[in-house]
Structures are given as C-alpha cells and as structure tokens.
C-alpha cells in the first residue's frame, strides 16, 4: 500500500474520533510523505502543527497508522519545504490572514465579578482575567494555544486573531489574557482593550466633532488592540473601515 492510501485509510479512522473542527485545522494540510525503516514520515504546513499534532495527536496518529501497517513504530513530522515562495506582498497577506477559533473549541470559564476588580485605566483590562485563572481543557485547547501564540509572536502570529463563540464560553477573559499577559513581558506595550460599542459611540462623537484624526493618532499608538463583541460592527462600513 502507497503512502496516499495508508494516510487516506488512516484519516477516515482519525476523522470520525476527532471534532470536525480540530480535523480541518490540523489534519487536512498534513500528508504521509513515506514509510521508512518503520517511520512514517508525515510532513506538515508550519512548525505550530508539527508542535500541536507531536504533542497532542502523536499517539491517536501511531495506532492509526500502525493499524493499517504493523511495520510503523514510529512517526516523524516534517514541515513541507517545497511550498512556493511568496513575494513580500504575499508574506504581507499571510501576515494578516486571521484565525478564527470554532465554538465548539470552548469551555465553559466563570464570569468574574468586575465590582471588587480595579480595572487598568491605561489599557481598559481587568487584571483578574489572566491565564492562570482562566480553565482549559480538552474543547479550548486550540483557543488557549493560540492565545498563548500571540503572546509569544506579538504582530506576527494570527494577526488578526478572531475568536468566535456562545454567551459565557471565556471569550472576553481569554482575550484579556492575552493583552495581560503581553503587558507582564513588557510593560512599555501599549495595549488597549475596548468593547465594541464603545469604539462605535467614539468613531459617531468623532464625526460629530470633526475630530476624527485625533481619535485615530489615539489608537495608531497602540501596538495591541483588543477588540469585544465586535459583531456590533456587522453592516456598519464606516466602523468597519477604520
């Protein structure tokens, strides 16, 4: 059996024990590049998948694989080097291209009482949401992963990252992390967390002042924006624009 066909057999066992989300996101770029010695050698789109699928799939892919070819003991991932290169508009592009994190990919973080919280009136974050509060498990591991990602590769990695999500799933904690948790690398970053709503209500109190260019030299200083519930800002071009 050719490698295609070993990882094609492996994939349908894989697909149907694994969320529909996670199996899109880090399964259907990889590929069995070839078996040998009893490795199988399974190349990868970028060293965050090969770090994920090590750390969290290794094992789920072994039995896989090792059950269509008892010969596979082993796995080796590699990231695939024959991508073509991009211009410096592309690698601009990719830059930006967001990451949305699926709904299904949260779990349920208690809401902190704000009252009895002083809140940062600089970067506009409450303090208490960081990551050692807030609870992972198997359903947000992607979305604390990648926050995490953000932290470590600021403007880089996920820009921008788009989190999606229910009522009281930990979005707002788990994007304040994010903004505290770069703050404790470097407290010189200007970060500022804001709703939605309130950045509407600015962006109509600047038109109506004709004061618009002092709101943006306000917010083109910062080097991380937070951003809350910004589905308020669906059908709104002007909002959307700036």
């Given at each position: 059996m050719d490698p295609q066909q070993i990882w094609k057999t492996a994939l349908t066992e894989i697909e149907i024990n694994v969320s529909q989300a996670n199996f899109i996101t880090w399964f259907k770029e990889a590929n069995l590049s070839r078996?040998?010695?009893g490795c199988a050698i399974i190349s990868v789109p970028n060293a965050f998948s090969r770090a994920w699928l090590e750390n969290k799939y290794n094992?789920?892919?072994l039995r896989?694989?090792?059950n269509i070819t008892p010969e596979i003991k082993e796995i080796q991932y590699v990231i695939n080097q024959t991508q073509p290169k991009r211009n410096e508009f592309g690698r601009q592009r990719m830059q930006k291209k967001k990451f949305v994190?699926?709904?299904?990919?949260?779990l349920y973080n208690e809401q902190l009482d704000l009252k009895d919280t002083a809140i940062n009136t600089d970067t506009n974050l409450n303090p208490?949401?960081?990551f050692t509060s807030f609870v992972v498990g198997s359903f947000n591991e992607l979305a604390n992963a990648a926050a995490q990602s953000v932290i470590k590769n600021l403007g880089s990695a996920y820009n921008p990252l788009f989190i999606y999500g229910g009522v009281g799933l930990?979005?707002?904690h788990l994007i304040q992390a994010i903004g505290n948790g770069v703050?404790?690398?470097n407290p010189n970053i200007k970060?500022?967390?804001?709703p939605a709503e309130k950045f509407m209500g600015e962006i109509v109190e600047a038109i109506t002042n004709k004061t618009m260019n002092e709101l943006k030299e306000r917010y083109r200083v910062c080097d991380l924006l937070i951003m809350d519930d910004i589905q308020f800002i669906a059908g709104a071009e002007k909002m959307q624009e700036e």
């Open positions: 078996v040998q010695d094992k789920f892919i896989a694989l090792h994190i699926p709904e299904e990919e949260f208490k949401y960081d930990g979005k707002t703050l404790q690398q970060v500022k967390y804001l």
